[in-house]
């Protein structure tokens, strides 16, 4: 989906061109050795789109169930594009892949987005809504 306005800059970028600015961290977005968010993979997924699945989606934290359908087809384009040649893969799948990328907060810009929740917060709300 498409974000209105500038694309955003990662923080290695915004310190190097602004570095008046202090660009603070979220301690959130901070993956821990060995994180795993406990999101169950497709039962039809080969054994490389399994090894993807858990190199790279299993260690995001901001992903929940409801990306596992989005997640599951990254997981199937890069598989493909792995093994693929140049000329198999064309520009309409390299764009889905990357827009596939970027919603899932896989690069470093559109981490920026990718806003944390606090538990203790939501447990708080969800009391108006039982």
């Known amino acids: 989906m498409a974000v209105r306005g500038p694309k955003p800059k990662p ?4 310190l190097v061109s602004d570095p ?6 979220d301690p959130a977005l901070d993956i821990p050795p060995g994180f795993d968010n406990g ?3 497709p039962s039809k997924l080969t054994k490389r789109q399994q ?3 858990n190199k790279t989606i299993r ?9 596992v359908y989005a997640a599951y ?5 890069q598989a493909k594009f792995e093994k693929s040649t140049d000329d198999e893969f064309n520009s309409g799948l390299r764009s889905n892949l990357r827009a596939l990328r ?3 907060g896989m690069e470093p810009a559109s981490r920026t987005r990718v806003k ?12 108006f809504f039982d």
């Open 116 to 127: 944390a929740t606090d538990n203790a917060k939501a447990n708080k709300a969800s009391k």
């Open 11 to 14: 923080d290695h970028l915004r």
């Open 102 to 104: 970027s919603e899932l």
């Open 73 to 77: 087809e990254w997981v199937r384009l």
């Open 20 to 25: 008046v600015r202090k660009v603070e961290r």
């Open 51 to 53: 090894e993807l699945w």
């Open 39 to 41: 999101l169950q993979s």
């Open 59 to 67: 260690r995001l934290p901001w992903l929940t169930e409801f990306d």
